[in-house]
Nanobody, 114 residues
Framework: VQLQASGGGLVQAGGSLRLACAAS????????MAWYRQAPGKQRELVAM???????NYADSVKGRFTIFRDNAKDTVYLQMNRLTPEDTAIYYC?????????WGQGTQVTVSS
């Protein structure tokens, strides 16, 4: 199984982007799906997490602006990002934990200009 992330790009501050992370095939027994990001010179940090129960968790810096959701029919998890700021500039990675395994997608660059 592979994850393919897409949707990154260059956007002005205040704008929106929607990231998508598609699995190459159906993933059974998903525990949770998540988006992380890593800015230059910084450690990778959790942005948003969606558990199989429906529980969602967000980093304080993105609460109220970002939304994580999934489309089971498409085996895809999304990250809707609104009111973007330059501080959101980073490479964004998706992650899926399932059956005691962890999958990472390749990163997608998000750049927010001021």
């Amino acid at each position: 199984v592979q994850l393919q992330a897409s949707g990154g790009g260059l956007v002005q501050a205040g704008g929106s982007l929607r990231l998508a992370c598609a699995a190459s095939e159906n993933i059974p027994l998903v525990d949770h799906m998540a988006w992380y990001r890593q800015a230059p010179g910084k450690q990778r940090e959790l942005v948003a997490m969606l558990a199989s129960s429906g529980y969602r968790n967000y980093a304080d810096s993105v609460k109220g602006r970002f939304t994580i959701f999934r489309d089971n029919a498409k085996d895809t998890v999304y990250l809707q990002m609104n009111r973007l700021t330059p501080e959101d500039t980073a490479i964004y990675y998706c992650k899926v934990a399932y059956s005691r395994k962890v999958l990472w997608g390749q990163g997608t660059q998000v750049t927010v200009s001021s």
